[in-house]
């Protein structure tokens, strides 16, 4: 096995021959992603669907959970994008108000959902622990999902008074009734439940979660490289003809109208009086005198 370095939150490894692994490395904040782990995440996905060796693509993560969502902490997060060259055609991340954050969203958050989904390569996400918020904008993208016995998947965005994440993908992968319980209670979805409403292809104990990425990475690496990027195409062109591009974009769009709404009652993205008082406290945020 292979490994790179070149990343700071990303490790980039070809455990044998035809298959790639994008393992997210940030285990000390359960993977939090700021702006700099996606933009790796993404440069990891471009490396590996350039790649004419690489058949298959592997999503793990190294720690206890997969992912607990966007780094809410994250300072001058329009300066970190700067740093990277792709940003300086983008003109929306220089102007102020709801436009800057409108344009980073749809770069760095659905952009990048979205082109994940796209990579005309089987991806198979490996999820194990806590999988929060944006952590389902990394695994819904991919087109196979192996989850250790563990695992839950969770959308708690409408108690922080926005109506679900960037990449709203939540009816095509568990239907309407449920995608309305998982929104409005924030509760949290069993890997059982999810297997049997069908966003999960399998369920294995957490120690045979690697191993279980693998033995399906091989099974689909055997098949032909151009029947199966046209037989992805043809899955994902259906869902887009059913309205799913549409529906993305609109709730891409009210979701920006949240945003701007808690920014201009809390001067804050979101709905700080559904915050967790600990994560309040950590970002700082006062809601009266008496804290």
Same mark, same amino acid.
């Given at each position: 096995?292979?490994?790179?370095?070149?990343?700071? #939150?990303?490790?980039?490894?070809? $455990?044998?021959?035809?298959?790639?692994?994008?393992?997210?490395?940030? $285990?000390?904040?359960?993977?939090?992603?700021?702006?700099?782990?996606?933009?790796?995440?993404?440069?990891?996905?471009?490396?590996?669907?350039?790649?004419?060796?690489?058949?298959?693509?592997?999503?793990?993560?190294?720690?206890?959970?997969?992912?607990?969502?966007?780094?809410?902490?994250?300072?001058? *997060?329009?300066?970190?994008?700067?740093?990277?060259?792709?940003?300086?055609?983008?003109?929306?991340?220089?102007?102020?108000?709801?436009?800057?954050?409108?344009?980073?969203?749809?770069?760095?958050?659905?952009?990048?959902?979205?082109?994940?989904?796209?990579? $005309?390569?089987?991806?198979?996400?490996?999820?194990?622990?806590?999988?929060?918020?944006?952590?389902?904008?990394?695994?819904?993208?991919?087109?196979?999902?192996?989850?250790?016995?563990?695992?839950?998947?969770?959308?708690?965005?409408?108690?922080?008074?926005?109506?679900?994440?960037?990449?709203?993908?939540?009816?095509?992968?568990?239907?309407?009734?449920?995608?309305?319980?998982?929104?409005?209670? *924030?509760?949290?979805?069993?890997?059982?439940?999810?297997?049997?409403?069908?966003?999960?292809?399998?369920?294995?104990?957490?120690?045979?979660?690697?191993?279980?990425?693998?033995?399906?990475?091989?099974?689909?690496?055997?098949?032909?490289?151009?029947?199966?990027?046209?037989?992805?195409?043809?899955?994902?062109?259906?869902?887009?003809?059913?309205?799913?591009?549409?529906?993305?974009?609109?709730?891409?769009?009210?979701?920006?109208?949240?945003?701007?709404?808690?920014?201009?009652? #809390?001067?804050?993205?979101?709905? $700080?009086?559904?915050?967790?008082?600990?994560?309040?406290?950590?970002?700082?945020?006062?809601?009266?005198?008496?804290?």
């Amino acid at each position: 096995m292979t490994a790179s370095t070149e990343f700071q #939150y990303i490790v980039y490894e070809t $455990p044998e021959a035809g298959i790639a692994r994008i393992v997210l490395n940030r $285990p000390e904040t359960a993977n939090a992603q700021d702006t700099r782990f996606l933009y790796e995440l993404n440069a990891a996905f471009d490396r590996a669907a350039h790649d004419d060796d690489i058949r298959v693509i592997i999503l793990a993560a190294n720690g206890k959970h997969f992912s607990s969502g966007h780094d809410l902490a994250e300072k001058n *997060s329009y300066e970190a994008m700067h740093d990277h060259a792709t940003v300086g055609t983008m003109c929306g991340f220089t102007c102020a108000g709801a436009e800057r954050q409108m344009a980073r969203e749809e770069e760095i958050y659905l952009g990048f959902s979205e082109r994940w989904r796209n990579i $005309p390569k089987p991806t198979i996400a490996a999820v194990q622990g806590k999988c929060i918020a944006g952590g389902l904008m990394l695994v819904w993208p991919c087109d196979l999902i192996i989850a250790s016995d563990d695992a839950s998947f969770t959308d708690p965005t409408v108690s922080f008074g926005v109506g679900g994440v960037e990449f709203f993908h939540h009816l095509w992968e568990v239907g309407a009734r449920k995608a309305k319980e998982m929104l409005f209670t *924030s509760d949290a979805l069993s890997a059982a439940d999810a297997h049997r409403l069908g966003m999960v292809n399998q369920v294995v104990p957490r120690e045979e979660l690697a191993e279980a990425a693998l033995v399906m990475a091989r099974k689909v690496a055997a098949k032909s490289r151009f029947a199966l990027k046209l037989t992805k195409k043809a899955i994902n062109g259906a869902q887009d003809a059913q309205g799913r591009e549409l529906a993305m974009q609109n709730a891409f769009h009210l979701h920006q109208l949240a945003h701007t709404h808690w920014l201009k009652l #809390y001067d804050f993205l979101m709905d $700080p009086t559904g915050l967790p008082e600990a994560t309040r406290r950590a970002l700082g945020i006062k809601l009266d005198a008496a804290e």
